[in-house]
């Protein structure tokens, strides 16, 4: 498939064709090669894991290339593949019981809409969970930050780890929350939180 397809219409469309495999992507915005780039998913599994091949441009010498899985180093929320850009991905996914797949993919879409602010803008999960047993939104909340605010930035009160923008937000407000959370869990548990949110640029001027 070509890298600029929405994740969610490839995952639909595995899961009518009862495919195995991407069930854990449901609910995650965005394209395929996106999600490839930072080997989206959830706190025990990335899509990396279901990569058969990538076809890609090396933006040094303009060529188009294919690798192989074999030739990938994910890890979380990370693909180790600098100046390239994916252009086409191949998936290697399972044939499986179609009514037990779509019945897993529509329990995941609920879950999330359950415990994840859907209502709000937000980039999704902001905070790379430093380790399996502390989450960073488990340790934000805990630091007494749920539903701080800066300006029209907050810390979800769903979800810890989500910054949502309440209206007027800039990107300023949100990186101002960033650090003040940071800050927070820093003194309180001695934990450095990492993004897993890519920023760019001086967003101190996007006013
Ligand atoms: C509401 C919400 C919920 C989310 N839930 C989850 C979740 O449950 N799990 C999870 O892992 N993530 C989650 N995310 C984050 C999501 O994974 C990423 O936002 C998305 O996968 C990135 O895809 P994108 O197309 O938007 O890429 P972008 O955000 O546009 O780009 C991401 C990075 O990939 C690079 N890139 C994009 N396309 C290519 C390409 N073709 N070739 C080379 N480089 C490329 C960009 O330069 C950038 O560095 C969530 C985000 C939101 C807003």
């Known amino acids: 498939m070509e890298a600029g397809q929405p994740l969610s219409t490839v995952c639909k469309y595995a899961v009518n064709q009862g495919l195995a ?19 989206a998913g959830t706190a025990d599994q990335g899509i990396g894991n279901r990569v058969y091949s990538l076809e890609v441009l090396n933006l040094n010498t303009l060529s188009i290339q294919t690798l192989k899985k074999d030739a990938l180093t994910f890890s979380y929320r990370r693909l180790h593949l600098d100046n390239h850009l994916i252009l086409g991905i191949t998936l290697a996914l399972s044939p499986g019981d179609p009514a037990r797949i779509k019945q897993t993919y529509e329990d995941i ?54 910054i949502v923008n309440l ?41």
């Open 21 to 39: 495999g991407l069930e854990f992507c449901a609910g995650i915005p965005g394209t395929v090669g996106g999600a490839i780039i930072m080997n």
């Open 109 to 162: 879409l609920i879950r999330k809409q359950h415990t994840q602010p859907m209502d709000l803008p937000s980039a999704g999960c902001f905070f790379k969970n430093p380790g399996p047993d502390r989450p960073a939104g488990k340790l934000i909340e805990e630091s007494g930050l749920k539903g701080k605010t800066i300006q029209d930035a907050q810390v979800s009160l769903v979800h810890a780890n989500y």
């Open 167 to 207: 209206g007027h937000a800039t990107c300023k407000d949100i990186l101002a929350l960033k650090q003040h959370i940071q800050q927070q869990v820093l003194k309180r548990y001695n934990i450095v939180l990492e993004t897993e949110v890519i920023t760019t640029g001086d967003g101190m001027k996007n006013e």
